[in-house]
């Protein structure tokens, strides 16, 4: 497979730290939110979803942050590792249209 | 192996052709979903059908069409194609209009 050469803001951590990736979400009537996250050559893998009674959803390693105030979204990773390195785009399901809306994405690089 | 099968995984064509992109959902998936990923674009939502209509509609382009079968498979046809149209189109499927995607790993097209 082939991965596409998107022009992605990258982010590069040291094998074993914490890592962020950051969201903004533009509809505030967006009632679902998930991190996928897409390796090369691969389609979208889910990660972990919050829906938006909830701030804080906790994974395997993985946890998400949700701030409908400033309708900002974050992944924390934990010791992160070099399979972890991919692309991670946060995902909005508008209330009431069920189509689910990808952000940007974030390149992760770790640093063995 | 997320259990959404795509056909063909590569296709190149010349401009002004006409391709077939299938989607077999994950079993017991109603819903699909179909998105194109291009270098600049990141993930963009096409078009959603839901046990054979359709629920919600994207940035789709006239020359684009798609549907749902009563087997619950998806075909995408992509017709006049133009260089732009190049692109990796992946489908996702879900058991409702509500649940988490799962992606396929893509159709990667090629216009000359």
């Known amino acids: 497979g082939e991965s596409v050469g998107l022009h992605l803001p990258t982010l590069s951590v040291q094998e074993g730290d914490n890592s962020i990736i950051n969201c903004a979400y533009s509809?505030?009537?967006?009632?679902?939110f998930i991190w996928y996250k897409q390796e090369s050559g691969k389609g979208p893998q889910f990660i972990i979803d919050?829906?938006?009674?909830?701030d804080k959803r906790q994974g395997q390693r993985v946890t998400v942050l949700l701030n409908k105030t400033v309708k900002h979204l974050s992944l924390q990773i934990a010791a992160t590792q070099p399979g972890d390195s991919a692309v991670y785009f946060c995902?909005?399901?508008?209330?009431?249209?069920?189509?689910?809306?990808f952000g940007t994405g974030t390149k992760l690089q770790v640093i063995p | 192996d997320s259990g959404v099968t795509q056909t063909p995984k590569h296709l190149i064509t010349a401009t002004g052709q006409r391709v077939t992109l299938r989607c077999s959902p994950r079993?017991?998936?109603?819903?699909v979903y179909w998105y194109q990923q291009s270098l600049d674009q990141g993930l963009q939502f096409l078009i959603q059908?839901?046990?054979?209509?359709?629920?919600a509609k994207g940035n789709i382009l006239e020359r684009f069409s798609a549907q749902q079968f009563p087997d619950l498979h998806s075909e995408l046809n992509l017709s006049s194609l133009e260089l732009g149209d190049s692109a990796l189109y992946f489908c996702?499927?879900?058991?409702?209009?509500?649940?988490?995607?799962?992606f396929g790993e893509g159709s990667r097209l090629t216009v000359l």
């Open positions: 996702a499927s879900s058991v409702d209009t509500t649940g988490e995607l799962f």
């Open positions: 509809n505030s009537a967006s009632d679902y």
């Open positions: 919050i829906r938006s009674n909830m």
């Open positions: 995902a909005e399901r508008g209330g009431g249209y069920q189509k689910v809306t």
């Open positions: 079993s017991g998936d109603l819903s």
């Open positions: 059908y839901y046990n054979g209509e359709e629920r």
